[in-house]
């Protein structure tokens, strides 16, 4: 059972933004996705559930538990959103709606997917709520969502998503909006539902920290490529890619009980228009050679891990 998208390429009809992305969550797993801003990670998360852009075209493979995700279409897509595959937000207000209340909204979904009569929304909602640590539910449900600070509207959307107990949930820098206290209660939350109710989570983030505080595996994306792929563990101890030894590089993770210096990669990720030629990172390599300049690296495994870099092919 697992979540794939592979080969997948996204494109405005001028050019491409996403040109080869490979992703796997396992039922059950806690995944990372991560890359500096326009790296296509959202694009990448909004595929899978098929509410891309309409100024948008997508080709490749997105399975979900054997299902040919960009096949589904109607009543099959529906269901597919809320009882397969859910996602979260960087913004909670995104997926609460201003003029219901928490009770009827969740209370709507909960009917429309048919997981509860009428008689016993009620009781389903404060169950929800419970789930995504909300205090007091039987109160809160009777509020409105602006009543609720960033933190509590962040449990209830997980609450929504939780609505028809899907099998993966994809987190799009979830904590990203608030306070940092809140940040890792939110994290723990994911990482014990994952946890409790074997649900496959797909993060999204900039941040290495919440990276190895969360992930058993990471993906990371870079201009559009999935650019190297493994167990966290694994990538932390030794990165291949000389993008991702950055990423690691510039994070203020503690190791060795020494908070390490924080610096940034020199220059920046080119926009998806911008044509370069060989590896999209070779202008902020510091381990370039020739052939970076003129091929696209292909995908290469070593040691169990996935990297797309030339430094790894001969
Ligand atoms: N509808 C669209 N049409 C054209 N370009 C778009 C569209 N939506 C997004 N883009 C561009 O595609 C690129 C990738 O966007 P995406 O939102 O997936 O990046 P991201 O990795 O999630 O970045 P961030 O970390 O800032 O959220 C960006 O350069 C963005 O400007
Ligand atoms: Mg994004």
């Known amino acids: 059972m697992s979540l794939i998208v592979r080969n997948l390429s996204i494109e405005t009809g001028n050019y491409r933004i996403v040109k080869d992305a490979f992703l796997e969550v396992k039922k059950g797993e806690r995944v990372a996705v991560v890359g500096e801003s326009g790296s296509g990670k959202s694009l990448t998360a909004l595929s899978v559930l098929k509410l891309l852009p309409e100024n948008l075209h997508i080709a490749g493979e997105i399975n979900v538990d054997g299902l040919n995700v960009l096949s589904l279409q109607g009543e099959e897509l529906r269901k597919f959103r809320w009882e397969k595959v859910s996602m979260i937000f960087q913004d909670p207000s995104a997926s609460l709606n201003p003029l219901m209340k928490i009770k009827e909204q969740i209370g709507e979904a909960l009917l429309y997917h048919g997981k509860a009569e009428k008689g016993e929304i009620e009781e389903k909602v404060v169950e929800l709520l419970k789930l995504a640590e909300v205090p007091e539910p039987e109160e809160r ?48 939350l994911l990482k014990n539902l994952s946890v409790e109710k074997n649900t496959g989570i797909l993060l999204i983030t900039h ?100 990297v797309r870099c030339f430094l790894y092919w001969d």
Not at 174 to 185: R, W, Y
Not at 240 to 262: A, D, F, N, Q, W
């Open 141 to 188: 449900m009777n509020t409105y969502p602006h009543h609720l600070s960033g933190g509590l509207k962040q449990r209830v959307a997980i609450a929504m998503a939780l609505a028809c107990n899907p099998d993966y949930i994809l987190a799009d820098e979830p904590t990203t909006a608030l306070d940092v206290t809140v940040q890792s209660k939110i994290l723990n």
């Open 207 to 306: 941040d290495m920290g919440v990276v190895a505080e969360f992930s058993q595996r990471v993906f990371v994306m870079y201009a559009g490529y999935t650019v190297e792929s493994g167990r966290t563990a694994e990538i932390f101890e030794k990165p291949l890619h000389p993008y991702t030894k950055g990423l690691i590089e510039c994070s203020p993770v503690l190791k060795g009980g020494e908070k390490r210096k924080l610096f940034s990669i020199p220059g920046n990720i080119p926009e998806p228009s911008e044509e370069i030629a060989g590896c999209p990172f070779h202008p902020r390599c510091p381990e370039v050679k020739e052939i970076c300049k003129k091929e696209v690296p292909p995908t290469v495994e070593v040691e169990g891990r996935r």
